[in-house]
């Protein structure tokens, strides 16, 4: 089977730096994906780590260790604008036609 | 980036009522497009693939009787949510991926579906 874990909430003050960690479980591996969601809304591409290491853009950075299956989305300089549900999301290889799976999100609340 | 519309983007039925949700890869062909439901405050879950011309590959526990899909074109997908009722009210979400499979999943902004 298949299978994404991480935290259901996380909570911190504008100007902080959060982290959001992801382990996955799957029977083949094609990449990692985060996504931002703010209610109401529809899923919005953040990321794609496909080899070990960190990709930056702008104040987001997303991590990804194979060995690991363990991946973590980085926000610095929060904005009250961050405030929303974060998806990462694996592409199996093993799946139908490499379909993409969502973990169970994380709510990120910013405080002033 | 690529784009993806759905339309409608809010739908409100009674029960009983056949509902059909379009999904359009507006710059790209999408030769495989995703649908997913998601509830309140809850994940998004894969409901069906579809290939363009061929028939959707449904996910355990969805009526393919139920939520039909049809994958004409490729830049067109459908979902047809037959004898819709109450628990059928969901946010539906429809995605669409070009012709590698190493190339980004693009997401529609969604159809919001009240059944009454």
């Known amino acids: 089977g298949q299978s994404l874990e991480q935290p259901s909430e996380v909570t911190a003050v504008e100007g902080a730096i959060v982290q959001i960690n992801c382990t996955y479980q799957?029977?083949?591996?094609?990449?990692l994906s985060w996504y931002q969601q703010h209610d109401g809304g529809a899923p919005t591409f953040l990321s794609y780590?496909?080899?070990?290491g960190l990709e930056e853009t702008g104040r987001f950075s997303s991590f990804l260790s194979r060995s690991d299956s363990y991946g973590y989305l980085l926000l610095q300089e929060l904005q009250m604008k961050d405030s929303a549900s974060y998806f990462c999301?694996?592409?199996?290889?093993?799946?139908?036609?490499?379909?993409?799976?969502f973990g169970a999100g994380t709510r990120l609340t910013v405080k002033p | 980036g690529a784009v993806v519309s759905q339309h409608p983007s809010r739908v409100i039925c009674k029960s009983g009522t056949s509902v059909k949700i379009e999904c359009r890869s507006l710059?790209?062909?999408?030769?495989?497009m995703f649908w997913y439901r998601q509830f309140p405050k809850q994940s998004l879950m894969l409901m069906a693939t579809?290939?363009?011309?061929?028939?959707?590959?449904?996910e355990q526990g969805v009526e393919k009787d139920k939520f039909l899909i049809n994958h004409a074109s490729l830049t067109l997908s459908t979902l047809t949510v037959a004898s819709a009722h109450p628990e059928d009210s969901s946010f539906y979400i429809c995605?669409?991926?070009?012709?590698?499979?190493?190339?980004?999943?693009?997401f529609g902004p969604g159809t919001r579906l009240l059944v009454l």
């Open positions: 710059d790209f062909q999408a030769t495989t």
């Open positions: 579809s290939n363009e011309g061929s028939k959707a590959t449904y």
């Open positions: 780590n496909a080899l070990d």
């Open positions: 799957t029977s083949g591996f094609y990449g």
């Open positions: 995605s669409a991926r070009g012709g590698s499979e190493w190339e980004t999943q693009y």
């Open positions: 999301a694996v592409r199996d290889s093993g799946a139908n036609n490499n379909d993409m799976r």
